[in-house]
């Protein structure tokens, strides 16, 4: 026997089996989703030439962790303005806390206020302007404000003839649809249209949606382009890689806001002003007999002036809940069985203006179960979910 050629054999047999199985992994690895904004190959030639007006805030970054605007003039773009959304350009303000125009330190570039005085750029600000750039991670859900300050930026787009640019990137609760459908007689700065709590869409499917179907304001339309995330679809679990407001400071809280949100209507605190916002909820008039659970929140970084402000609040601690894989009632519902005022609740515009209808309300004070309340949904969400299919970019 020729042991050498054996032990070649042998030697080759164990590479190629290495090989093999060191690909069969690597095939089974899950490629890594690129936002739209890394993907420069694909939208600096648009911007070329081009006075760009750039719609973003502190989530528009890119993996090396840089800001777009940041790369856009290392580039040489020429960036004339930008627009800031709710929380402000760096991210830094409360919700619903007005936010000042401002020369932004790092870049040079000013900074124009959709939060303030205006919320949609006027034709004198956009006269400057050839393209406009929108670049903010959504979290998915109807009442979170940065989807409305697209369709603004769009509608701005359409009436003053410029195009618009939208860098998609995933939606982290982009793997379900669940919901009431937004109803007109609950149409606010909160919610402008007619999709469920979560739409299962990401902000550029949306962008679609709205261009598509003529939702925005006298049915104008944009000349609008989409830069795609790459090896996303809508199975994909993404952790956001920077809170997209002070508030959701942790992939749990983006997970529970859809259902923790319904609290922003009625007196309980949703932890903000705690270290877990979105993450607990509670207040002192809950009956203190049914949780063991009890916090106090103080003003901090998220919010300058929480509700229950220094009182202690039993409640509901979420830490440890399981994914979110619907808009989940069991919480408002309990709140509301254990609450020990029960005709001092609700706020109702407030509570109806994030429920997408007055319905809901009623619903909870009749003791229907959340299953039953659900069926009330399904024809809405049926319904939205043939009107979604035509914008999909992702399986």
């Not at 007005?98 to 006027?122: F, H, M, Q, R």
């Not at 640019?165 to 249209?193: A, E, H, W």
């Not at 619907?326 to 254990?338: D, F, K, P, R």
């Not at 009330?376 to 970019?393: C, H, N, S, V």
Request: hydrophobic share 35%; aromatic share 10%.
């Amino acid at each position: 026997m020729n042991y050498k050629y054996t032990i070649k054999l042998i030697a080759l047999a164990c590479i190629g089996a290495f090989c093999a199985i060191n690909a069969q992994g690597k095939s089974k690895e899950k490629a890594v989703i690129v936002p739209a904004a890394d993907r420069t190959e694909l939208y600096l030639p648009l911007l070329q030439g081009k006075r760009v007006a750039f719609t973003g805030n502190h989530t528009s970054i890119m993996k090396d962790g840089s800001h777009v605007v940041d790369m856009l003039v290392s580039k040489g773009v020429n960036v004339v303005k930008a627009f800031a959304p709710e929380h402000g350009f760096r991210g830094t303000a409360d919700a619903g806390e007005k936010v000042n125009d401002a020369v932004d330190e790092k870049s040079g570039v000013l900074i124009v206020s959709l939060y303030g005085k205006i919320n949609k750029p006027t034709p004198e600000l956009l006269k400057d302007v050839d393209v406009l750039l929108f670049d903010i991670q959504d979290v998915g859900a109807r009442f979170y404000t940065y989807i409305n300050t697209m369709q603004r930026i769009m509608e701005a787009g359409g009436e003053n003839n410029i195009p618009v640019i939208v860098l998609d990137r995933p939606n982290p609760n982009g793997y379900y649809i669940d919901g009431p459908i937004l109803q007109d007689t609950c149409i606010s700065g909160i919610g402008m249209q007619a999709v469920p709590i979560v739409y299962g869409m990401t902000i550029g499917e949306y962008a679609k949606l709205l261009n598509g179907e003529g939702w925005m304001k006298n049915g104008v339309k944009c000349d609008l382009t989409v830069i795609p995330c790459e090896n996303y679809t809508h199975k994909s679990r993404y952790s956001l890689p920077v809170a997209p407001s002070p508030n959701l400071p942790t992939d749990r809280s983006v997970n529970l806001f859809p259902s923790v949100c319904f609290f922003e209507g009625t007196p309980l605190s949703e932890g903000r002003g705690t270290d877990w916002p979105f993450e607990v909820f509670g207040s002192p008039l809950i009956d203190s007999s049914a949780t063991d659970f009890t916090f106090t929140p103080v003003p901090n970084f998220g919010d300058k002036r929480p509700k229950q402000n220094g009182k202690l609040c039993y409640g509901k601690d979420l830490r440890s809940e399981k994914e979110q894989k619907e808009v989940n009632l069991e919480y408002i519902i309990w709140a509301y069985n254990n609450y020990t005022a029960k005709d001092k609740f609700f706020n109702h515009r407030g509570f109806s203006l994030r429920a997408g209808n007055y319905e809901l309300e009623e619903q909870i004070k009749a003791g229907m179960s959340s299953k039953e309340i659900k069926k009330t949904w399904q024809k809405g969400i049926d319904d939205f979910k043939k009107i979604r299919a035509k914008y999909l970019i992702y399986k």
